[in-house]
């Protein structure tokens, strides 16, 4: 039975739709630029890459023994594996290097930090007074436990100070010392005293005693122990 010639017609239009080849469909330029790229770089692999009857045929042709191609071959993954190795170890170390000058960095602004507010405390202040009394005295009895009360100006706020006090004899000797924190400080102007109990058998004479933040001299007061 013969087709219908319009029928026929019909039916070859649909196909040549459906199966117009990629290549007669219209293209951009950003498009064709796209595909010469890949096709460059596809015929490039192409011609780098040698198949393993090729390469022992140039193995042949130089006088070396085909038969070590394979021991050759690993030792070259090998190689190329130290070197990725090699390579992913450098960066690690670069990393850390990095990150420990990052941490130095950080911890030397801290000190720093902290050093240039030590160095604003002064103190303004300073009285020696017995325990029982309360009283400013100069003079100081054999066995009498006094305090040095020193007011501190720009004490650094939210922060606890590490104080010492050293109490000298008249030969300029320490016999004792004190070291402690303050509690949180809370003004810039902050008062701090430190204790002592002269003993009985201290050498009369001129003495003095002294406040320091760290080993930087704040405030020293003289008195008499008689």
């Known amino acids: 039975m013969t087709e219908n010639p319009v029928t026929w017609y019909n039916r070859a239009v649909a196909l040549e739709h459906l199966f117009t080849p990629i290549m007669e469909q219209r293209l951009t330029t950003q498009q064709l630029e796209q595909i010469v790229g890949e096709v460059g770089r596809l015929a490039h ?39 990725r190795e090699s390579k992913r170890n450098r960066v690690i170390a670069i990393a850390g290097i990095t990150a420990a000058a990052i941490i130095f960095g950080g911890t030397s602004l801290f000190f720093q930090n902290q050093t240039d507010r030590l160095s604003k405390i002064t103190a303004s202040q300073d009285r020696i007074t017995l325990i029982q009394s309360g009283e400013n005295s100069k003079t100081i009895v054999k066995g009498s436990e006094i305090f040095y009360q020193v007011t501190l100006k720009d004490a650094p706020i939210n922060e606890k100070l590490n104080l010492t006090c050293n ?18 400080i809370t003004t810039a102007v902050w008062n701090t005293q430190c204790r002592y109990q002269i003993p009985t058998n201290a050498a009369t004479g001129a003495w003095k005693v002294q406040i320091l933040v760290g080993d930087r001299l704040l405030k020293q007061s003289p008195f008499e122990v008689e």
């Open 45 to 83: 692999q192409q011609q780098a890459e040698l198949g393993r009857t090729q390469v022992q045929e140039i193995l042949q042709e130089l006088n070396l023994p085909p038969e070590l191609l394979d021991e050759a071959m690993i030792q070259v993954q090998r190689k190329e594996a130290l070197a």
């Open 167 to 184: 109490w000298l004899d008249p030969q300029g000797q320490i016999t004792h010392t004190n070291r402690y924190d303050t509690k949180n």
